[in-house]
Nanobody, 122 residues
């Protein structure tokens, strides 16, 4: 199985940028679809973005055009570049991994990181 460790969260002003990183270990990185999710206080967990081994990506409508997911196979790391941040982006962000080439739903993600806090001040 794979272990995931996120980093890069913090406090940023509205309109600012942050880059989250998630390092994977314990299994072959290319065996997994990698995703980012977030949970805001009092809200359900929300899908943010995903990237397949092929490089194909998917985004939630709320982050399209502002966030970019990428992966570096040599470093077994997935990134989430977040630009034009808004207060409503404030949440704990989680990295997740789903074994296989395609993910049908969030329940396919079996491995999760510990989360990293992102706070956007207005």
């Amino acid at each position: 199985q794979v272990q995931l460790v996120e980093s890069g969260g913090g406090l940023v002003q509205t309109g600012g940028s942050l880059r989250l990183s998630c390092h994977a270990s314990g299994d072959t990185f290319s065996n997994y679809v990698m995703g980012w999710f977030r949970r805001a206080p009092g809200k359900e967990r929300q899908f943010v973005a995903s990237i397949r081994t092929s490089g194909n990506t998917d985004y939630a409508d709320s982050v399209k055009g502002r966030f970019t997911i990428s992966r570096d196979h040599a470093k077994s790391t997935v990134y989430l570049q977040m630009n034009s941040l808004k207060p409503e982006d404030t949440a704990v962000y989680y990295c997740a991994a789903a074994r296989g080439l395609v993910v049908l739903g969030s329940s396919d993600y079996k491995y999760w990181g510990q989360g990293t806090q992102v706070t956007v001040s207005s």
